[in-house]
């Protein structure tokens, strides 16, 4: 079981490697220079910009010395936030972002899977359709759009939370951020789970289960969940993924100073560095939620144990 | 088709009504400046029913044109993802072996990345502003989805067994595909298609809402919905306005593909 | 060991969905310590019955009528806590399929102890432990270790034998078998039928519901026959085998084939053809079996250098279980699958190296129908498309117009009228479905004609019909068939030799008579040891025997 782990553990450095090796190339493919936004300098000076960033050496080179810093921990300058380095800036907004997207998980889930295993239960009553009603809109609103709206009515007509000027260390700015970021998650797992289940709960074994006479809620419980969720499991790490990743909308909307912005404005500021380590960190994030989300998924069916 | 499927259709051809008509509905312009109505709110007078925005822009001129945007971005997006997606798909699927694999990693990694990546990516790519860039860049995300579906199809239907009779009596390979596994493969690409408008509207709402979408004096609902949040406190219409078209817009579809799935299900029983 | 009262007693009982009724108006008793079998073929409602018994049937249902478990009325006054009260604890039912009647997650053992837990109040320490004695009590051998395995770890005979003892773990009054043997192999399930036959013997009153007249000669001690929801027959197992009164009872029980029937002799072939329709030598099928990204598949041997070959006009029978590599040898006789080596000829033309287009000239030669009806057909063509296909890919000459006559023809030929042209698979019963299927395979006239299981998925009566269509195709056109089928009495119905096909290869071949009746090789003799008599005394002898070598 750990060799399982470890050894899919370390087939994600292979994949990392060839992610940023990708996207180191297919970033610099891009037209324009990271100094191009500032007032038109003379050759000179941009040839010292140039050398001082090592961007006149050839591309293979640059390339080198990038996976060399990285292997040492060292995610290289920023070339738009001068005189501060990449893991500087990453590291001074992650854990607000990586706060908000687990918070917005774990909230997705534990609220999502209940209502529909509720609505399952419920099959075609007043109550599943009011649920499925829910979550249609909830899987078609985007963040943009819920993240606003939210903050005007709970944050300006009601004032029940703060929506300007955030102050670390209070959790009531984070509530309506995590809601909004929550939401489409939630509302997609949900469904998920309510059609899963109402799947699992036609099935033979069920049918057993109910012949033997225990109770329904010993058939729910224990016969039905447990082949219901193993859908729902395996989108447990692309939705973590995204909704770490997502965050940035939520940042944006509400202001909050977490690291998704970097992602957005590296890439127009051709800020190549911040981008790549961006890349880097969120992309690792991604794949080690996707394990995780592989193992529990295991766990889940003994059919599929640990090949 | 259901009760709830025909109610989508019947929105939808509204929509599209009010969309494709709007310019002799409103004696506004979409980019037309009313100085006497800056950021006034909906209401009768001066015919701006659906108010106006900071720089005096009838919403209603606006939101159309949004719509009108945001649909043909949508549908064209979608028709490319099914284009790559069942070409790549359907071959995959039907080769198999080795090229199946290679194929199917290749779907699996960009599908493993966050899609925010490929916003980056594709953002530093093009230069600002270009519509054709941004439709196909959008197709090219769709494509993902469609291809695994159309795989799995084609790889289940290979494995059954009116193949195997059709082989047996005496068929091409090319007929094979063409009278037997498009005609059973079609359903599935249709009804997923029409899901993946919504999805891609989203999307183009998103690049332009990060400002990277479409760019003035176009708009689109994402712009909008942009514009409409930086002047939440003061005038909450220009918020509200396009948030509704476009929810009103993704549920329509949404329950379109839906219905269309469900129809296929209910008709293989 | 009975007793006057009747257990389970069911006045005009009938069930209707939405005007439709499924079961209509039964009526019967069981009484305690015997056995009822309930026979029909598809669609009769036997096991809606019983599910209507027990409170099973989803809310839409609509029972009407009286049944009494005992003094407790079973209709309308079963509702929560006092159904579950009958359900496991005073009647218990099992299923069909084994494999996905288990919870697959969950281990056997607990399972097995769950009634006990819900309905004796034990704890799950004593449940488990009681479970295990079970799991013995049903001749499961390694009680313990198999208590902690999943489903899916045991074979299908084992599974069987446990959701038995997960039934008797309520200590139930009436014990439900609804068709207990047909998912499993013949060989073992002489087991499972002996294993029941001895629960009967030791006091349960058992219900078995089933589509095989040769379970109710073995285990029934009063049969009742369903057709439509109604009941056409009831009496003792002896005076309706016997001396059935009802026509329906009587067209099921001709239409069984039995094997003591008398076979016409092999006659003499109408037509003379030039060349063997078909001679195999040596074919050999291999596998690749994966073991993981970095070692070197292993190689699974399905079919090991079988020779055979089939003389104009012969029906030839390959007889097997599942695992004999049956199917896997037809697949490469029609040049089907690309995993086999060895050298196969139709009509004298070599074909195992051909590809493509010569390949695809010659096929006109061999043509094949499969076992499920449903599966083999394209569901969005339409019938008279499916029964075309063959014409137009192999005789480009016709028009449209010559090729619509001839499907006619065909269709005529099988039985069908002109109305089903215009309808797709899903609109036809599976006995419908399968007449398409030979249609299309007879289109253009083959030499050989090889059916993989082609009947086993139907109904009793559509069987005989179908058997009787091919031996028809035999005598008129001299076709020859290859007739692969695990039931021996089907196979000694229609075929003239036969061949015994164990674990990849041929352990015994000859004439049917001779094979049937004097079979050399050991499996051969299981096999036919395992082919339930249609006499009941014969049966229980059979089935008594069985228990006591085994225990």
């Known amino acids: 079981m750990i060799s399982f782990v470890l050894r899919r553990l370390a087939g994600l450095v292979p994949t990392l490697f060839v992610l940023v090796t990708i996207s180191f190339f297919v970033i610099r493919l891009a037209p324009g220079s990271p100094f191009d936004q500032e007032q038109k300098l003379s050759p000179e000076v941009r040839a010292n910009l140039d050398a001082a960033y090592g961007l006149d050496r050839p591309l293979y080179v640059q390339y080198m010395r990038y996976i060399a810093g990285v292997a040492r921990g060292d995610l290289g300058p920023s070339f738009r936030y001068k005189d501060y380095r990449v893991t500087e800036l990453i590291a001074s907004g992650l854990p607000l972002s990586l706060t908000i997207g687990l918070a917005a998980a774990l909230l997705a889930f534990l609220v999502g899977v209940p209502l529909g295993a509720w609505a399952a239960w419920r099959a075609n009553s007043l109550v599943d359709h009011a649920l499925m009603g829910f979550s249609l809109i909830g899987v078609v609103l985007p963040g943009f759009v819920v993240g606003p709206v939210l903050a005007l009515v709970f944050g300006i007509y009601w004032r029940l939370f703060r929506i300007a000027g955030y102050e670390a260390g209070d959790p009531g700015f984070l509530v309506l951020p995590v809601v909004t970021l929550a939401l489409p998650v939630m509302a997609y797992v949900a469904r998920m789970t309510r059609d899963s289940l109402v799947d699992v709960l036609q099935s033979n074994f069920v049918r057993t289960a109910r012949a033997k006479g225990i109770s329904p809620r010993a058939v729910l419980m224990r016969h039905a969940l447990r082949p219901a969720l193993i859908p729902v499991v395996s989108y447990l790490g692309p939705a973590v993924a995204f909704v770490v990743t997502g965050s940035l909308v939520v940042e944006s909307v509400f202001g909050l100073p977490g690291s998704g912005r970097f992602l957005v404005q590296g890439a127009i500021d051709r800020d190549y560095p911040l981008v790549m380590g961006m890349i880097l960190v969120y992309g690792a994030f991604t794949l080690v939620c996707n394990l995780i989300a592989d193992l529990v998924y295991r766990w889940l069916d003994p059919r599929v144990r640990l090949t | ?269 | 060991m009975s007793d006057m009262t009747p257990l389970l007693r069911v006045e005009s009982m009938s069930v209707a969905f939405a005007q439709r009724k499924t079961v209509d108006a039964i009526s019967f008793g069981l009484l305690r310590g015997r056995c009822l079998g309930v026979i029909g073929e598809s669609g009769a409602g036997k096991t809606q019955l019983f599910l209507a018994l027990l409170g099973l049937l989803p809310p839409q249902a609509d029972v009407t009528g009286r049944a009494f478990l005992g003094n407790t009325s079973l209709i309308g006054a079963l509702v929560g806590a006092g159904a579950r009260e009958v359900r496991g604890r005073r009647a218990a039912m099992i299923f069909q399929d084994p494999m996905t009647a288990l919870t697959p997650h969950l281990r056997i053992g607990d399972q097995v102890a769950e009634p006990l837990v819900a309905h004796h109040g034990k704890s799950w320490t004593e449940a488990r432990a009681e479970a295990v004695r079970l799991l013995g009590r049903v001749r499961l051998t390694d009680a313990a270790g198999l208590a902690r395995r999943y489903p899916h770890e045991l074979s299908g005979g084992m599974r069987q034998r446990a959701t038995i003892a997960m039934a008797l773990a309520g200590t139930p009054e009436l014990l439900i078998a609804d068709e207990p043997t047909t998912a499993l192999d013949v060989s073992v399930q002489t087991g499972i039928l002996a294993l029941l036959r001895e629960l009967v013997t030791d006091g349960m009153t058992l219900a078995v519901i089933t589509h095989d007249m040769g379970v109710i000669a073995g285990l029934a001690d009063d049969v009742l026959v369903m057709r439509s929801g109604k009941a056409v027959e009831q009496g003792t197992v002896d005076a309706v085998l016997k001396t059935p009164r009802d026509g329906y009872t009587r067209a099921l029980l001709s239409a069984t084939p039995r094997m003591d029937e008398p076979v016409e002799p092999a006659p003499v072939p109408a037509v003379l053809a030039e060349s063997v329709p078909l001679s195999a030598r040596h074919v050999s099928v291999r596998y690749p079996v994966p073991r993981g990204p970095f070692r070197r598949a292993q190689v699974f041997l399905a079919v090991d250098a079988v020779s055979l070959s089939v003389a104009p006009g012969e029906a030839l029978g390959i007889v097997g279980e599942s695992g004999s590599g049956k199917s896997s040898l037809t697949r490469a006789l029609l040049r089907l699958s690309a995993d086999a080596s060895g050298q196969i000829a139709w009509l004298g033309r070599e074909v195992h190296a051909l590809r493509g287009e010569t390949l695809r000239a010659l096929r006109d030669r061999a043509q094949i129908v499969f076992q499920d009806p449903f599966a083999s057909l394209d569901p969005v063509m339409t019938v008279a498309e499916i029964v075309a296909e063959p014409l137009r890919a192999l005789r480009p000459a016709l028009d449209a117009a010559a090729r619509a006559e001839r499907v006619a023809q065909l269709l005529d030929g099988v039985g069908l009228d002109a109305t089903y042209l215009g309808r797709r698979s899903r609109e036809l019963s599976g006995g419908q479905n399968q007449r398409v299927a030979i249609a299309r395979a007879m289109v253009i006239e083959p030499q050989l004609l090889v059916c993989d299981e082609a009947v086993s998925a139907l109904d009793v009566s559509v069987q005989a019909q179908v058997l009787e269509l091919l031996a028809s195709f035999k005598r008129t056109r001299g076709t020859s068939i290859v007739f692969v089928s695990h039931n021996l009495a089907v196979v000694r119905r229609l075929c003239d030799r036969v061949l015994v096909m164990y674990q990849g290869k041929v352990v015994e071949e000859g004439d049917a008579a001779e094979v049937f009746a004097a079979p050399r090789h050991p499996y051969t003799r299981l096999l036919l040891e395992s082919v339930p008599r249609l006499d009941p005394a014969a049966e229980r002898a059979r089935l008594a025997a069985h228990a006591a070598d085994s225990a």
């Open chain 2, 1 to 269: 088709m259901s009760a709830r499927t025909r109610i989508a259709v019947a929105v939808l051809v509204t929509i599209a009504g009010f969309a494709l008509a709007a310019p002799w509905l409103t004696p506004w312009a979409p980019d037309a400046l009313d100085w006497q109505h800056l950021a006034s709110p909906p209401g009768f007078d001066a015919a701006h029913w659906l108010g106006t925005d900071r720089l005096g822009r009838d919403l209603f001129a606006r939101g159309m044109q949004a719509i009108r945007v945001s649909i043909a971005l949508g549908v064209l997006a979608a028709l490319v993802s099914v284009i790559i997606g069942v070409a790549w798909g359907a071959t995959a699927g039907y080769i198999g072996g080795r090229v199946d694999a290679l194929m199917m990693r290749f779907v699996d990694i960009v599908y493993a990345l966050p899609y925010v990546f490929i916003v980056i990516i594709l953002a530093t790519l093009f230069p600002r502003g270009s519509l054709a860039a941004l439709f196909i860049a959008i197709g090219a995300v769709g494509w993902l989805t469609m291809a695994r579906i159309v795989r799995g199809q084609t790889l289940a239907l290979r494995q059954r067994e009116f193949i195997d009779a059709a082989i047996a009596s005496g068929a091409r390979t090319s007929t094979i595909l063409w009278r037997h596994i498009v005609p059973n493969v079609i359903g599935v690409v249709i009804a997923y298609a029409t899901l993946t408008i919504p999805q891609l509207i989203l999307f183009e709402s998103f690049l332009s809402f990060l400002g990277l979408g479409v760019q003035e004096p176009f708009a689109s609902l994402g712009s909008l919905i942009n514009e409409g949040a930086q002047e939440m406190e003061s005038s909450p219409w220009m918020l509200l306005v396009p948030a509704t078209l476009l929810t009103v817009l993704l549920v329509a579809f949404n329950l379109l593909g839906e219905g269309l799935r469900s129809a296929r299900e209910t008709r293989r029983e």
